[in-house]
């Protein structure tokens, strides 16, 4: 039974911190996703990348936050530094874009990141 | 940008009573997905639908895509405790492969039994 696996599942960490966080997606899939949901705003998309390149990642506060992609089975996101406002669940997710468009998104369990 | 507005944000029903929520993007979509997260848990697909008009039904739930491919619905007949959740449509834009998606704020469905 594949799937998405994330670690830490949940991290609590001082403002100021770095805070890493790994995902590894599917084998087989081509795309990764970085989300972050809150109560207030939801299910906002971070970052994401396909074949390994950086699509996107106009959804992340340039400043303290990066996104890597170092091999096909390893997917990075980083705080740096951190603060209470990235206090969060952030999920990674993988799928297949192989025609004009997307197919399913497989979710990761998640990590909660708690920033006091 | 792509806005995705689904309503209701809360729903409560009786065990046994149907639900739907809908949902409606600011542009044309090149398809709809459609996922549930149970509380704790994380977004698990449950369909996509591609086709204008596309109708499809898993069970006691029904999809729908509008014909102009800007809407869409999910439809709970006799809902069951194990239907609680937050029901998420997700949408991507058609004119371009970009391959992402843009998640409504969801639907938190309970469910009283």
């Known amino acids: 039974d594949a799937r998405v696996t994330q670690t830490p599942r949940h991290k609590v960490t001082e403002m100021g911190q770095e805070v890493t966080m790994r995902c590894q997606p599917i084998?087989?899939?081509?795309?990764v996703f970085w989300y972050r949901q809150t109560m207030m705003q939801g299910l906002e998309l971070l970052a994401y990348f396909r074949n390994r390149a950086p699509l996107d990642d106009s959804g992340m506060p340039k400043d303290r936050f990066s996104a890597e992609m170092p091999d096909a089975t390893l997917a990075t996101l980083k705080i740096q530094p951190s603060e209470p406002r990235d206090s969060a669940v952030y999920f990674c997710?993988?799928?297949?874009?192989?025609?004009?468009?997307?197919?399913?998104?497989?979710f990761g369990p998640g990590t909660r990141l708690t920033v006091t | 940008g792509q806005q995705v507005m689904q309503i209701p944000q809360y729903q409560h029903v009786q065990e046994g009573e149907d639900f739907t929520t809908y949902c409606n993007s600011s542009t044309t979509l090149s398809n709809i997905q459609w996922y549930k997260q149970r509380p704790g848990g994380h977004p698990v697909f449950l369909i996509q639908?591609?086709?204008?008009?596309e109708v499809k039904k898993q069970k006691r739930l029904t999809f729908q895509f509008g014909e102009a491919k800007k809407n869409s619905s999910l439809h709970i007949t006799a809902t069951q405790t194990t239907d609680v959740g937050t029901y998420f449509c997700a949408g991507e834009n058609s004119g371009g492969s970009n391959y992402k998606l843009t998640f409504g704020k969801g639907t938190l469905l309970t469910v009283n039994p």
């Open positions: 084998l087989g899939h081509n795309t």
């Open positions: 639908l591609v086709k204008s008009g």
């Open positions: 997710a993988s799928g297949s874009s192989w025609t004009a468009y997307s197919y399913e998104q497989y």
